[in-house]
């Protein structure tokens, strides 16, 4: 159950769990990434393949994320706390990474800002106008740290369940 835990947590970068399972699935994490940085490329590959259930999980913790904690000597998973589950009371926790990569943009997002028509040609710039600049979504280490609020998450909550009654209603 931890081998496949860790490695859902690896490929999907945040799993939501009991939190004793998040805590226990944090030190297999760390010390499994741990282990990994410190051996030899070929030696990392067989030990995470033992460890961990899924082959995917496995390459990705030796392609990405071994690079993108080469610099860390630990701390490379957070656990945030959601509150208590409907049902049977279990605490709910989200186990998360640390440091986040940017998604890359898409190929369409990029072909139109790149595509010209055909003929088209660059118009020239009046300088007196003022510019519009496209905001482009930046992802700085500083944004991607902050916790998520309990607030926030039961906010949500409330609106689903109210989203469902609304539902319900117009179906009968």
Known sequence: MLSNLASS??????I???STKARETQRYIERLLSRTKSLDKINAIRY??????????AAKLIEVLVDRYKDIPSGYTR????????????????LDFTIKTAKPATKTET??????G????????????????EEE???????LKEPIDAE?????????????????????
């Not at 072909?111 to 010209?116: Q, S």
């Not at 979504?137 to 944004?143: G, R, S």
């Open 48 to 57: 995470a393949n033992a460890s961990l259930s899924v082959p995917e999980a």
């Open 152 to 172: 926030s998450v039961e906010a949500t909550k409330v609106v689903d369940k109210e989203t469902r009654s609304n539902i319900r209603r117009t179906n009968k």
């Open 16 to 18: 939501t769990t009991t």
């Open 118 to 133: 055909p003929g088209a040609e660059d118009e020239p710039v009046d300088t007196n106008e003022p510019v519009e600049e």
């Open 137 to 143: 979504a930046t992802h700085t280490e500083d944004n």
């Open 9 to 14: 947590a690896i490929i999907y970068e945040r």
């Open 79 to 94: 656990i945030l706390k959601l509150g208590h589950r409907r049902g049977d009371n279990a605490e709910i926790a989200i």
């Open 111 to 116: 072909d139109k800002k790149n595509k010209k």
